[in-house]
């Protein structure tokens, strides 16, 4: 397996703290998926949190060496990811080669993988949500609408239960803001983290351990993970020929650690989500 790569934001560029930032698969001078944290704005769109994105940050970079040794001259967003989720962010490296990959995204060539945690629900083990979303103006939350809303459709199936937690798995061939998030609130989910929809609230420790102490000069108690529990795991070309000049994409971003500690804590076992995921490519994949 390569190296892994990483991609450095310097303080002040994304955080007040520098930033390093996994490189999930790469091809030099034609695009690279980046596994994005939670809470970082990749890319500005309809609804999007006002601050620096990813796109911003690398082309105030240009130039940089570690950006050079990749190819990455102007980059481009290719499929959104809300801010609030982690996982995998596509880009281009330059803008007639994000015009393309977005044709072929928005035309169906793309299949995005989706891991998060619910609340136990009554809803059924696998369904589809087809509804198309519409953000109102100056409004932070997207509706459904089948007058001005733009097609959508979501597949979700249930991976996993342990106690009072489900969790999910779901597709998607487009990245509409929210999609998931709406969908998944149709049906009654309430996935862990969110605040904009059917709020899951957030995991604490206290909530398993019977004899949890708060830490020696804590005053209150963090969540294990206290970010949105949705990670953009996978995104994949539904052909294996891909492009003509780009080739097949299909890229892995892993878990962030505290989502998967999250997991384990609630007793999840690892086996049914890595049966879902099954990776057919490493999760680093930086061929020139």
Known sequence: ??????IG?????LLETPLRMEVAACKNGVYAVLNKPADILFDSYLGAPKCKSVMQALRAQEGKPELCRLGIK??????QIDCEMSGAALFAMDK????KLRNA???????LSYVFLARRSQADDSFDVDLPVYLPEEQPMWVVSHRFGKKAKTSFRRIDASGDYELWGATTESARPHQLRVHAADKGLKIVGETLYAKGGCVYLSSIKGDYRLPTGAKKEVPLYPHLAV????IKMRSADGLEDVGCIDANAPLPKGFTVMLK??????????AFLSPAVPPNNTGQ
């Open 265 to 274: 804590k609630l007793g999840f076992k690892g086996d049914k989500l890595g």
């Open 74 to 79: 102007s980059p481009y967003s290719v499929c």
């Open 231 to 234: 990670h953009l795991s996978r």
């Open 96 to 99: 007639e080669i994000s015009a």
């Open 9 to 13: 934001f310097p303080a002040g560029s």
């Open 1 to 6: 397996m390569p190296e892994i790569t990483k």
């Open 105 to 111: 995204a928005w035309s169906g060539m793309f299949e």
